[in-house]
């Protein structure tokens, strides 16, 4: 349970939420005083969802036009790792600014987060060591590099529209219909490009795995293993807690908002296999891959 800061009194023993009056109330709001039940109530925003509509909180950073652009590029990446602060910012503005942070952000770290994983040519081993497999002709690994990248491309976006597609329709079916600035599509415009860094074919596991000072046949061992994973899920928690987040700002119930942000991530994991599988004629084949790099002395 969400526990009030000290700004905010405790309701009255006894009373009932402003908004509905079926519920105990459990904080009295510090701008206007109602009782609010915990649904009402923004502890990251230390308002009450009446007062949170009425006087939003200052939008994201990549709208504030008195900004340079780097401060508001960097203000917006920083954001990421509060999602519960910076989630109220998302009630503010015109969601279609979002796009051209997506376009700066997500499209190139799709791109890239290919380029590991999908590579014929190009192999990545240990000690961010790059080795050519066979003897390929410049064309031949530039093709090979835009190949991976467009795959990239194609799964973290495939994965994007799984994710905010039905989160969208859900939130608005849970929580406040008439929002003008459309916070849950802004959520995945301005962080989907956590998307591209974590979980299993993540920018994050691949750099790692690059980095290590081993050689690519070599065993990892289980422990670094899970290690590593674990470490390549953070950014994909960041932003179900920022989708979370916005939901619940978006008018969404505690439960409902957790709700509408699982729905879409089992559908994601349902729907990655799958891609990965209709696309694995074009994909390097893990076999093939590792006698290449013992070849390549890897
Ligand atoms: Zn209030
Ligand atoms: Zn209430």
């Given at each position: 349970m969400e526990r009030p800061p000290r700004q905010a009194e405790p309701a009255p023993e006894g009373s009932t939420c402003a908004e509905h009056p079926e519920r105990e109330a459990l904080v009295t709001c510090p701008r206007c005083g109602s009782y609010c039940c915990i649904a009402c109530w923004h502890n990251a925003a230390e308002r009450c969802h009446a007062c949170l509509l009425r006087d939003p909180l200052p939008p994201v950073p990549w709208a504030d036009e008195e900004r340079g652009w780097v401060s508001r590029l960097a203000g917006t990446l920083g954001d990421a790792i509060r999602p519960s602060r910076s989630a109220p910012g998302f009630l503010r503005g015109a969601w279609t600014r979002g796009i051209s942070f997506a376009a700066l952000t997500f499209l190139p770290l799709a791109a890239l987060s290919g380029i590991i994983p999908f590579t014929h040519r190009v192999l990545f081993g240990g000690r961010f060591a790059i080795t050519l497999a066979g003897d390929p002709t410049g064309a031949e690994v530039a093709l090979d590099l835009l190949q991976a990248a467009g795959f990239g491309l194609l799964l973290s976006a495939v994965k994007l529209l799984c994710l905010a597609v039905p989160f969208a329709s859900l939130t608005r079916a849970y929580g406040d219909k008439d929002i003008e600035s459309r916070p849950a599509r802004q959520v995945m415009l301005y962080r989907g490009?956590?998307?591209?860094?974590?979980?299993?074919?993540?920018?994050?596991?691949?750099?790692?795995?690059?980095?290590?000072?081993?050689?690519?046949?070599?065993?990892?061992?289980?422990?670094?293993?899970?290690?590593?994973?674990?470490?390549s899920l953070l950014p994909l928690l960041l932003l179900l807690w920022s989708m979370t987040?916005?939901?619940?700002?978006?008018?969404?119930?505690?439960?409902?908002?957790?709700?509408?942000?699982?729905?879409?991530?089992?559908?994601?994991?349902?729907?990655?296999?799958?891609?990965?599988?209709?696309?694995?004629?074009?994909?390097?084949?893990?076999?093939?891959?590792?006698?290449?790099?013992?070849?390549?002395?890897?």
């Amino acid at each position: 349970m969400e526990r009030p800061p000290r700004q905010a009194e405790p309701a009255p023993e006894g009373s009932t939420c402003a908004e509905h009056p079926e519920r105990e109330a459990l904080v009295t709001c510090p701008r206007c005083g109602s009782y609010c039940c915990i649904a009402c109530w923004h502890n990251a925003a230390e308002r009450c969802h009446a007062c949170l509509l009425r006087d939003p909180l200052p939008p994201v950073p990549w709208a504030d036009e008195e900004r340079g652009w780097v401060s508001r590029l960097a203000g917006t990446l920083g954001d990421a790792i509060r999602p519960s602060r910076s989630a109220p910012g998302f009630l503010r503005g015109a969601w279609t600014r979002g796009i051209s942070f997506a376009a700066l952000t997500f499209l190139p770290l799709a791109a890239l987060s290919g380029i590991i994983p999908f590579t014929h040519r190009v192999l990545f081993g240990g000690r961010f060591a790059i080795t050519l497999a066979g003897d390929p002709t410049g064309a031949e690994v530039a093709l090979d590099l835009l190949q991976a990248a467009g795959f990239g491309l194609l799964l973290s976006a495939v994965k994007l529209l799984c994710l905010a597609v039905p989160f969208a329709s859900l939130t608005r079916a849970y929580g406040d219909k008439d929002i003008e600035s459309r916070p849950a599509r802004q959520v995945m415009l301005y962080r989907g490009w956590l998307l591209t860094l974590g979980g299993n074919g993540g920018l994050l596991l691949g750099l790692m795995v690059w980095g290590l000072p081993f050689s690519s046949g070599a065993d990892l061992g289980e422990l670094t293993q899970v290690m590593l994973y674990v470490i390549s899920l953070l950014p994909l928690l960041l932003l179900l807690w920022s989708m979370t987040s916005t939901a619940r700002v978006a008018g969404a119930g505690p439960v409902a908002s957790t709700v509408v942000v699982l729905v879409p991530f089992l559908a994601m994991m349902f729907a990655e296999p799958m891609l990965l599988d209709l696309i694995s004629p074009w994909l390097p084949d893990s076999e093939a891959l590792r006698e290449a790099a013992e070849a390549a002395g890897l």
